[in-house]
Structure formats: structure tokens, C-alpha cells
């Protein structure tokens, strides 16, 4: 049991930069947010790019770690007012280079003088990628349309930061931009196994968000592979699938992934990421209520039983408690972390509806308080274990 769950919590890193679980306020199925070139720009006193101008090599014996001289060739940011081109500037520490190398130097102003960071290598392209970047003053949406264009870029510095600005990003700036996102590219890209893994995620979604009904089948024609391993980034391809097929992917995904147990556990996990995505994001596209029909297919699942049943809580699909009670006794269910968020359900179901206003109790509480009584009288230990952590 302890390898499955670790297992488990493997791929509930890997399948979301952030559980949709996946952070409501970043790209949700982009790698974890990193600090983008732009973003270390604008926290920077004093930007200059120089080249490489030699030093001195360190010197072991006299405990020497040697310098390294650089030449300014353009300020970018001063607020010292004491930078200009054609200054030589010299860092602690040797570093080997070629005459003319070009390098980014970062630094804060410290009193008169400049605090540099380590020197950040730069191609003119990719120098001037950096300078000419919408200001962190501007709209997020417009942002990205900047940065779209170099997703892909052949400089990996480029693109690795290009897409890190949409892994940073909201959802809600990122679907603005569906009009002008690359269709063909996204394909492309989608179908190319020399693209970073990492990446897929966030073009399957963009090419949910940006697709015609030919996209729906390309999309379709991904979800349903049968790996043997797990796909990094199928999660958002499911997603985007979803966004554009609505009801009729929903049941292509029910069929392939969330009612086939002989699916992948990767591939299933995936699958109620996409789902979770959609009760975030897509209620309007598919209805609520077939989400939680679709959520529900996956307590068949005892190794995804306890996430499915806080989902299921959270939803407020109050409709699931007698199968629950069933599960309880069930001899392929008995994981503390099953029934411990088989109570939370009731206790939440308990509490949902209490507003102390006089009218009329749903049903569903009185249930929910009629399960409780007798989870308790069968199972005290489990309920008190649950009840110590349990916040309403």
C-alpha cells in the first residue's frame, strides 16, 4: 500500500504543476512557476548587457578564487546613474569565456555602488527577447500575446522562458488570447516528441480553447491511446479536448479512461484532472451535473476512492451518500484514508444547509446526521480521527 500511494503522490506532482488542485491562479496543467527573465528584470536596480573582457584565473595556492572583467556595450536599467557604456566591470570569481561572449548582468543598487548577480549568458536574439518585453505594468493577456510568438523558439532560452511566462499566467488571461493562438503549431507541436513533455499540457488546452471541430478528432486521437506508461501533460490535452467537445468528449472520456478499469492509473488520474478542470473552468460548457456523473465512475477505483470522494463532497453531490455507506463495509475499500473521507462527506453534508435561519433542514443533513450516528457506533475510532482534523 505504501508503494501505491507513493505512486500516487508521484503523479499528482507530475500531472499538475499544481493540483487543480492544479493552482486556481496559474497556467493549470503548466510545470510548477518559475521566475521569468522579465519578472528578474523588473526587480533589477541596474541591467547591462557586456562581453566577456578576460580576468585572472583563480590561483588554489594562494587561496586566490580570481576575477573575471566584463565590458558594458548597453544600460538597460541605472538607478545608480553611474553606469555607462565602455565600463569595466570585474566579478568575483574566474569564469572562462571567449572574447565578445555577450552576457545579461542583474544587480541592486547598495548604497553608491552595484551588487551584480551571477552573469546570465545571452545570444542577441535572446537579449533582445528580454529588453523588448511588455513591462510587468501591462495586462496580463497582452503580455502573453508577446511571449506566444516564441513558444517553440529554436533559442531554448527563449522558449523555455516563453512558456514559464504562461505557466506563471491565470487561466482567465490565457483565453482571450484563443483567436490568436497558433492551430497548426499546436498540432505540430502536440504530435512532435522532440517538444518537452512538460509543455503538451498547456498546448493541448490552447488548442481546446482555439480549435474547430477537425481539432476535436486530433484531440480525440490523443486521449484515447492506450500507453503503458504514464504521458506527462495528457491531463491538459484531456482538458482542451473537453473545452471543445463538450458532452460528446465527456463520454469518450467516460468510456476510454474513467469507467475502463483497465486503463491506466495515469491515465485515470489524468482523467479527473481534466474533470476537476472543467468544474473550475467549464460548467458552462458541460453541466455540472454530468461532471459529477463522470466523477462518481471513478470510485470503482479503490487507489483513487478518498480523492474522488472529496471532489465529490466539495461538488455537494449529496446523492452519492448511500453508495458511500456501502463502500465503507466494502472489503476492497478498507484504507483508513478511504473511510476517514467517507465521514468528512457526511460531516460536511452535515453542516451544508445549517444557517440557522429557521427553514426547513434538506434531507439530505438528516441523512447525513443518520449515517454519522451510525459510523460512530460501528467505527468511533475512524470518526474521531476524522472529526480532529475535520474544519467546517
Not at 23 to 45: H, I, R
Not at 61 to 80: A, H
Not at 123 to 145: D, K
Not at 280 to 299: F, N, V, W
Request: aromatic share 10%; proline share 5%.
Amino acid at each position: 500500500m505504501r508503494s501505491l500511494l507513493s505512486f500516487r503522490t508521484s503523479l499528482a506532482i507530475l500531472f499538475s504543476g499544481i493540483l487543480l488542485g492544479s493552482v486556481a491562479w496559474s497556467c493549470p496543467f503548466c510545470s510548477a512557476p518559475s521566475l521569468t527573465l522579465s519578472e528578474q528584470l523588473s526587480a533589477s536596480q541596474a541591467a547591462v548587457l557586456v562581453q566577456w573582457a578576460g580576468g585572472k584565473p583563480a590561483n588554489r595556492d594562494e587561496g586566490f578564487t580570481g576575477t573575471t572583467d566584463y565590458e558594458v556595450l548597453q544600460v538597460v536599467r541605472d538607478e545608480s546613474k553611474s553606469l555607462k557604456k565602455g565600463d569595466k566591470i570585474s566579478l568575483d570569481r574566474y569564469r572562462t569565456g571567449k572574447m565578445g561572449e555577450l552576457f545579461l548582468l542583474l544587480g541592486t543598487t547598495v548604497e553608491n555602488s552595484v551588487e551584480w548577480s551571477s552573469p546570465l549568458e545571452v545570444t542577441e536574439t535572446s537579449f533582445n527577447y528580454i529588453v523588448q518585453a511588455p513591462s510587468q505594468e501591462s495586462p496580463t493577456t497582452a503580455r502573453l500575446s508577446y511571449f506566444m510568438k516564441f513558444l517553440e523558439y529554436p533559442d531554448p532560452m527563449v522558449s523555455t522562458d516563453a512558456y514559464a511566462e504562461f505557466s506563471n499566467a491565470p487561466y482567465d488571461d490565457i483565453v482571450p488570447l484563443a483567436d490568436k493562438m497558433p492551430r497548426e503549431k499546436l498540432r505540430k507541436w502536440l504530435k512532435n516528441p522532440e517538444v518537452t513533455p512538460t509543455r503538451l499540457g498547456l498546448y493541448g488546452l490552447m488548442l481546446g480553447l482555439s480549435g474547430k471541430p477537425e481539432d476535436a478528432a486530433f484531440l480525440k486521437s490523443i486521449v484515447v491511446e492506450e500507453p503503458e506508461d504514464f504521458r506527462l501533460g495528457i491531463d491538459g490535452v484531456m482538458a482542451g479536448y473537453l473545452v471543445l467537445a463538450g458532452n460528446d468528449g465527456l463520454h469518450v472520456l467516460n468510456e476510454t479512461k474513467l469507467s475502463n478499469t483497465r486503463a491506466h492509473f495515469s491515465e485515470t488520474f489524468a482523467a479527473m484532472q481534466a474533470l476537476r478542470f472543467m468544474w473550475t473552468y467549464g460548467k458552462s460548457r458541460i453541466p455540472a451535473e454530468d461532471l459529477r456523473q463522470s466523477m462518481r465512475l471513478l470510485l470503482q477505483r479503490p487507489n483513487l476512492a478518498d480523492l474522488v470522494i472529496v471532489d465529490l463532497a466539495r461538488w455537494q453531490d449529496w446523492s452519492t451518500m448511500p453508495v458511500l455507506m456501502k463502500l465503507y463495509d466494502n472489503k476492497d475499500y478498507q484504507v483508513p484514508s478511504v473511510k476517514r473521507a467517507i465521514v468528512r462527506f457526511m460531516l460536511i453534508a452535515e453542516k451544508d444547509g445549517a444557517n440557522g435561519t429557521g427553514a426547513a433542514v434538506p434531507e439530505y443533513v438528516t441523512k447525513a446526521k443518520a449515517n454519522l450516528a451510525l459510523l460512530r457506533e460501528k467505527d468511533p475510532k475512524t470518526v474521531k480521527a476524522a472529526e480532529r482534523y475535520f474544519f467546517d
